[in-house]
């Protein structure tokens, strides 16, 4: 079957493209438990970019109750793989 010629693509649907592509690579999501003392942010594919523990996490929750919360929220997992990684 022969090649047939593309028609180029205008400029400016590459750069609506372009656009589009870079709007969703900033998408992020936030969790946060309802005490305030446990939140991370996941990337646009899912991945792990910020987890942050209070510094009165201690004195509040033992590692267990950390350990649950972050179970609540859907992070055990993601976290356990971050730990290995590093």
């Not at 900033?26 to 970019?49: A, I, W």
């Not at 987890?51 to 950390?66: K, L, Y």
């Amino acid at each position: 079957m022969p090649l047939r010629a593309m028609r180029p693509v205008p400029i400016m649907a590459l750069s609506k493209l372009d656009d589009l592509i870079a709007r969703l690579t900033s998408l992020r999501t936030e969790v946060e438990d309802p005490d305030g003392l446990v939140r991370f942010t996941l990337g646009d594919d899912g991945r792990l970019l910020t987890v942050f523990i209070d510094g009165s996490t201690p004195m509040v929750m033992t590692r267990d109750a950390v350990r649950t919360s972050l179970t609540k929220l859907g992070l055990e997992k993601e976290t356990q793989r971050s730990v290995r990684r590093r």
